[in-house]
């Protein structure tokens, strides 16, 4: 007993010690934190204060004159970071290089990075859409999906990266969020969001959940319009802002607030959601109590930029709350409006120091007090091994969503069976007809008319129809003739249906006749192998349906068909 007393004692005291260093650690470093913040802060003019604010768009594949005119608006204005797009990582890698030795503060680097650097750069991995996330069961995968592109980014000299995407996507119609989505369901967003957020930023990548206050029951798109959210506060409250609550208690780093007209929270109607005081101020910083970073979403967005003048929508954006103003019309006018408000006082040097700092502090958090080039040596290679290829497999096992199966699965092919390919939709079927051949003889048809595919197919036993679309167009509605090829063929035929597109695109379509059917979310190569593996018998199928496809296959709709 006295052994026991003691050995409890040694390990009370060990305990108590690691949380007194780590609170001295955490307190050292706060510190450390603080200092440069102020050391940086305190020798800055008005003006270079103001610059910190704005984050302006690069481009790795555009010519010497864009290179040279960044170059610049960075030297002349001192902005506090560059967002890039399209190009490719080595081409970044050395601009980034550039920018950072002409900034007199660094630069925080952000990207759009949603699945992965492969969102804009070429040469790089993609990994899967939210929506296939959302179809996991194993929230694991999804947090290694974050920690792999959270490493590709820290790779790349990346600093934030503006996902995850957390709205919610309750309106089929939604033509800009859809697949970036990762359900209808706000739980299943969450944990999802929750899951991509810890593996990013475990990579010392910051998260930025969008698009706030929220996104998903739109039916425009706020790059061409303003959409208006029709719900009420307490709906937005209880589901739109849900996942927001619990990333928030999780240290979720930033926010982009949306460009969106909501009047049960902004009674100016009209007014953006990004321009909004009430929104930005008083329900974000004051109800949600948000202490991260806070950025708009782009402001040269037709969703804001109608509603006022270059400059003007740059210090009203500031005015409403928000902290990084991004991709502003006219930097040099968005200066000089902050510039004399401030001087006429309506903005106070506490507001701007409070954005200020932030941003400062974040860019110590990235390790921006002790900046390095970024290496460009291997770059390439880094971010492309073998890993990203099994993980991609790893995540389309556990996505892919057996809808129906009518005893046709896993499909086995007897002695004297015949089985027939038919590839339809506007991509490409030949990785998923060739896995398929790999372990039977099918015969594959496409580009032929329905009655000369009826008379061809009147000789087989089975028929596998893969739907499969552009990855650009996944949520597009299936068109009318490849529609009635479904129906008619399943009439005449054993069918098995494998849709390598969204849910979203077969809502009319009518399964009566289909004897199984099977969603693989994405028409990439991994996943066509993996989907032909399931068919076959030679995989499980465990996903779930992230968002409904219509009211008899609603979201968590599932199957197993095993080995």
């Not at 040279?68 to 050395?94: M, S, T």
């Not at 040269?300 to 991004?326: Q, R």
Request: hydrophobic fraction near 40%; charge should be negative.
């Amino acid at each position: 007993m006295k052994k026991l007393i003691t050995t409890l004692l040694v390990l009370l005291f060990v305990v108590s010690s690691c949380d007194k260093k780590q609170t001295v650690n955490k307190s050292s470093e706060d510190t450390k934190r603080t200092n440069w913040v102020d050391s940086i802060y305190n020798t800055m003019t008005l003006k270079e204060r103001v610059g910190q604010l704005f984050m302006i768009a690069a481009y790795s594949n555009k010519d010497q004159q864009h290179t040279d005119d960044l170059n610049k608006i960075i030297k002349e204005h001192g902005i506090g970071g560059l967002v890039f797009f399209q190009g490719g990582p080595v081409r970044q890698a050395k601009q980034t290089n550039l920018y950072q030795a002409t900034s007199k503060v660094p630069l925080l680097i952000a990207m759009d990075a949603e699945w992965g650097l492969n969102m804009r750069l070429d040469s790089t991995a993609r990994f899967p859409y939210n929506m296939t996330l959302g179809a996991v069961q194993d929230n694991d995968l999804v947090m290694k999906v974050g920690e792999k592109i959270g490493e590709h980014c820290s790779r790349l000299g990346v600093h934030i990266n503006f996902a995850p995407v957390v709205d919610i996507n309750t309106n089929s119609k939604n033509p800009i969020i859809g697949v970036r989505s990762f359900s209808e369901d706000k739980y299943n967003v969450t944990e999802k969001a929750l899951a991509y957020t810890e593996g990013m930023q475990s990579q010392n990548v910051l998260a930025c959940a969008k698009h706030f206050p929220g996104h998903g029951d739109t039916d425009k798109d706020s790059h061409k319009t303003l959409p208006t959210v029709t719900l009420s506060e307490e709906r937005i409250d209880s589901v739109e802002m849900y996942p927001y609550k619990k990333l928030f208690k999780n240290n979720m780093a930033g926010v982009m607030v949306g460009h969106l007209n909501v009047p049960s929270l902004e009674k100016n109607d009209g007014l953006p959601s990004s321009l909004s005081h009430e929104i930005v101020t008083n329900i974000l910083k004051g109800r949600l109590q948000f202490k991260g970073l806070i950025f708009t979403d782009a402001l040269e967005m037709k969703g804001v930029s109608t509603f006022k003048e270059p400059g003007d929508v740059d210090l009203a954006a500031f005015k409403a709350g928000n902290d990084v103003l991004l991709m502003g019309e006219d930097v040099s006018k968005g200066i000089s409006k902050i510039v004399e408000a401030y001087d006429n006082k309506e903005v106070t040097e506490e507001r701007l120091a409070h954005s200020v700092k932030k941003i400062l502090a974040s860019k110590f958090d990235v390790d921006l007090n002790n900046f390095k080039p970024i290496e460009i040596e291997n770059l390439i290679s880094d971010l492309n091994d073998e890993t990203n290829d099994v993980l991609n497999e790893a995540v389309f096992i556990d996505a892919i969503t057996a809808l129906k199966n009518d005893n046709i699965l896993p499909l086995k092919k007897d002695a004297n069976e015949k089985i027939a390919f038919v590839g339809l939709g506007d991509g490409d079927s030949a990785a998923f007809l060739n896995a398929l051949k790999s372990h039977f003889e099918v015969d594959g048809f496409s580009d032929l008319k329905l009655p000369e595919l009826l008379i061809k197919l009147k000789t087989y036993d089975k028929v596998i129809l893969g739907y499969h679309r552009l990855n650009s167009r996944l949520t597009k509605k299936i068109s009318d003739e490849d529609k009635l090829k479904i129906e008619e063929i399943a009439k005449s035929n054993k069918v098995v249906l494998d849709v390598f597109a969204s849910q979203y695109s077969l809502e009319n379509l009518d399964f009566e006749n289909i004897e199984a059917a099977v969603i693989s979310y994405e028409n990439t190569d991994i996943a066509q192998k993996v989907s032909a593996e399931i068919i076959i018998g030679n995989k499980d199928t465990k996903g779930k349906l992230s968002a409904s496809l219509n009211e008899n296959f609603i979201a968590g709709t599932g199957i197993e068909i095993l080995e």
